[in-house]
């Protein structure tokens, strides 16, 4: 049969990430589709080379518009193991329940951009609803809405008040209490389970074939959660990671739901055990400049991001290199992409939460 | 296969139709900053004493200062909110203000080729005691707090 291309992408109406790709079919089936990455490539790990380490960090966060807080955090946590700065024990739990806080506002934003995706504008219309509230608590704990700049190496810039954080604590679980119905919805509506049950499977096999990484892995069945080597304050958490058996397009909405739960209980457990008062030291200031190399790792929430970071004494690191979590699951996006209906592209591509952002830095 | 005769939207959807709207009507009905929100950067240019910490300590190069001169400049467009300045300017000359940045036209280009969004303070030397010259434009007291 006469084969056709088509491209996917830079610009789609589904997808307001700007993916490129070729898709190979043969009819309405899909038999290959080509990657192209480096269509936004913008150079930031380049940029260590002239801007100083200090400053470094404003740039990371700007990797990225949704997980900006955690990349903040991962280039911060490298220095300060290179560096050797201890972080006050406040601050690394502040760092946590932003983490927290900012995969919620994550989640909500994929799964209002996957209804949307599926036709269903009303349901993206109430995640983004809830989402906007998120936004609120970051500006009015860190000034910023999407771009925090909170995190200093050796700590944290800003301090929540303990009655600040039980009434975040309050609002997030009213929150997740009213979300409840809007996730009904995903769960039970007919129209979405015949989208997108069985479509897109990707068996626990495959996955660790194509070594897939967070709420894509965890919905094949994998129990993996960068989360669980304890790093960052993580080993006082008690923490299960969220896993579904079906490995399909559904399957990957219902552990991104599940952990929106999942991380207000965390923050929860995270307030409770963080020392309380006021005035307690935020910030270990570091000496002189970093000399050695480092691999930290994260759990984004689209799943394991790695930073390497490699300082020679100076005040410019010498290289500066990030891994993220959709680098990661490109490989096997491409293997579900593959035999599917040119129809179920979109849904298949959104559900591996895409970051063409993070992608080609 | 679920049931089709169950559509757990139908109430969420008719309880929508009679409360209130989720979003505000813009432009009559504007919400507050809240207190620690970042906006755009104060001077005060009668504390400052000229030690051109903040100009190099900020990661966009936003701030120019000139000892000499006894000039301190912002770029308000390409200054990043991120507070650096703030913190390391032991006169407390500069503060964060909640209030968003003014909007500026690409035509609005100073005498001296100054960018739109630029803005400049002059002190004159310490014997005088006028009140400090403004030798930018947009003149501060006008764009700031905007």
Same mark, same amino acid.
């Given at each position: 049969?006469?084969?056709?291309?088509?491209?996917?992408?830079?610009?789609?109406?589904?997808?307001?990430?700007?993916?490129?790709?070729?898709?190979?079919?043969?009819?309405?089936?899909?038999?290959?589709?080509?990657?192209?990455? =480096?269509?936004?490539?913008?150079?930031?790990?380049?940029?260590?080379?002239?801007?100083?380490?200090?400053?470094?960090?404003?740039?990371?966060?700007?990797?990225?518009?949704?997980?900006?807080?955690?990349?903040?955090?991962?280039?911060?946590?490298?220095?300060?193991?290179?560096?050797?700065?201890?972080?006050?024990?406040?601050?690394?739990?502040?760092?946590?329940?932003?983490?927290?806080?900012?995969?919620?506002?994550?989640?909500?934003?994929?799964?209002?951009?996957?209804?949307?995706?599926?036709?269903?504008?009303?349901? #993206?219309?109430?995640?983004?609803?809830?989402?906007?509230?998120?936004?609120?608590?970051?500006?009015?704990?860190?000034?910023?809405?999407?771009?925090?700049?909170?995190?200093?190496? =050796?700590?944290?810039?800003?301090?929540?008040?303990?009655?600040?954080?039980?009434?975040?604590?309050?609002?997030? /679980?009213?929150?997740?209490?009213?979300?409840?119905?809007?996730?009904?919805?995903?769960?039970?509506?007919?129209?979405?389970?015949?989208?997108?049950?069985?479509?897109?499977?990707?068996?626990?096999?495959?996955?660790?074939?194509?070594?897939?990484?967070?709420?894509?892995?965890?919905?094949?069945?994998?129990?993996?959660?960068?989360?669980?080597?304890?790093?960052?304050?993580?080993?006082?958490?008690?923490?299960?990671?969220?896993?579904?058996?079906?490995?399909?397009?559904?399957?990957?909405?219902?552990?991104?739901?599940?952990?929106?739960? /999942?991380?207000?209980?965390?923050?929860?457990?995270?307030?409770?055990?963080?020392?309380?008062?006021?005035?307690?030291?935020?910030?270990?200031?570091?000496?002189?400049?970093?000399?050695?190399?480092?691999?930290?790792?994260?759990?984004?929430?689209?799943?394991?991001?790695?930073?390497?970071?490699?300082?020679?004494?100076?005040?410019?690191?010498?290289? #500066?290199?990030?891994?993220?979590?959709?680098?990661?699951?490109?490989?096997?996006?491409?293997?579900?992409?593959? =035999?599917?209906?040119?129809?179920?592209?979109?849904?298949?591509?959104?559900?591996?939460?895409?970051?063409?952002?993070?992608?080609?830095? | 296969? &679920?049931?089709?005769?169950?559509? &757990?939207? $139908?109430?969420?959807?008719?309880?929508?139709?009679?409360?209130?709207?989720?979003?505000?009507?813009?432009?009559? !009905?504007?919400?507050?900053?809240?207190?620690?929100?970042?906006?755009? $950067? !104060?001077?005060?240019?009668?504390?400052?004493?000229?030690?051109?910490?903040?100009?190099?300590?900020? &990661?966009?190069?936003? $701030?120019?200062?000139?000892?000499?001169?006894?000039?301190?400049?912002?770029?308000?467009?390409?200054? $990043?909110?991120?507070?650096?300045?703030?913190?390391?300017?032991?006169?407390?000359?500069?503060?964060?203000?909640?209030?968003?940045?003014?909007?500026?036209?690409?035509?609005?280009?100073?005498?001296?080729?100054?960018?739109?969004?630029?803005? !400049?303070?002059?002190?004159?030397? &310490?014997?005088?005691?006028?009140?400090?010259?403004?030798?930018?434009?947009?003149?501060?007291?006008?764009?700031?707090?905007?």
């Amino acid at each position: 049969m006469r084969r056709t291309t088509i491209p996917f992408g830079p610009q789609h109406p589904v997808l307001p990430e700007p993916l490129v790709l070729d898709l190979i079919l043969e009819d309405e089936k899909v038999i290959d589709a080509i990657p192209t990455i =480096g269509y936004i490539h913008r150079g930031l790990e380049m940029m260590v080379e002239r801007v100083e380490y200090t400053e470094m960090g404003f740039v990371v966060e700007r990797i990225c518009g949704i997980c900006s807080f955690m990349h903040g955090m991962g280039y911060c946590v490298s220095l300060e193991s290179i560096m050797n700065v201890e972080v006050p024990e406040r601050a690394g739990w502040l760092r946590l329940i932003w983490a927290e806080i900012s995969r919620i506002q994550s989640h909500l934003l994929w799964l209002g951009l996957g209804a949307d995706a599926f036709g269903f504008e009303n349901l #993206f219309m109430h995640c983004w609803r809830m989402r906007e509230q998120i936004l609120d608590i970051f500006e009015k704990t860190t000034g910023g809405r999407i771009i925090h700049s909170v995190n200093r190496i =050796g700590g944290v810039k800003r301090d929540i008040s303990d009655s600040e954080l039980a009434a975040i604590l309050v609002q997030l /679980q009213e929150l997740g209490e009213a979300f409840k119905t809007t996730a009904r919805v995903f769960g039970t509506d007919p129209s979405i389970a015949h989208r997108l049950g069985g479509v897109g499977v990707l068996s626990m096999e495959d996955a660790r074939a194509v070594d897939a990484v967070g709420p894509m892995a965890r919905a094949s069945g994998i129990a993996t959660d960068t989360r669980l080597i304890g790093a960052n304050f993580y080993d006082r958490i008690e923490l299960e990671p969220v896993t579904e058996t079906a490995g399909d397009c559904l399957a990957r909405v219902v552990v991104r739901l599940r952990e929106i739960d /999942q991380s207000i209980d965390i923050v929860r457990q995270a307030i409770e055990k963080m020392p309380k008062g006021e005035g307690l030291p935020l910030e270990n200031k570091p000496r002189g400049n970093p000399n050695g190399e480092v691999f930290t790792r994260l759990e984004q929430p689209r799943g394991e991001v790695l930073y390497y970071v490699k300082a020679n004494g100076t005040k410019n690191l010498e290289r #500066f290199r990030a891994r993220t979590p959709t680098f990661a699951n490109i490989p096997a996006m491409i293997k579900l992409v593959k =035999g599917c209906d040119l129809a179920d592209v979109p849904n298949i591509i959104l559900t591996i939460d895409p970051c063409i952002s993070c992608t080609e830095r | 296969m &679920p049931n089709p005769l169950k559509l &757990p939207m $139908i109430p969420r959807a008719l309880r929508n139709l009679v409360s209130k709207p989720a979003t505000r009507r813009y432009p009559f !009905e504007i919400r507050p900053r809240f207190a620690g929100a970042r906006g755009t $950067i !104060e001077f005060d240019v009668e504390t400052c004493n000229y030690c051109m910490l903040c100009a190099r300590r900020c &990661p966009a190069a936003a $701030i120019t200062v000139s000892r000499e001169e006894r000039t301190w400049a912002i770029e308000q467009l390409t200054c $990043i909110a991120c507070g650096v300045c703030v913190d390391v300017c032991s006169k407390h000359s500069l503060s964060m203000s909640v209030n968003s940045r003014a909007v500026h036209l690409r035509s609005e280009v100073g005498p001296q080729g100054q960018r739109p969004g630029h803005e !400049e303070w002059h002190k004159p030397a &310490p014997a005088a005691t006028d009140i400090p010259a403004v030798a930018g434009v947009p003149a501060p007291a006008a764009s700031q707090g905007a």
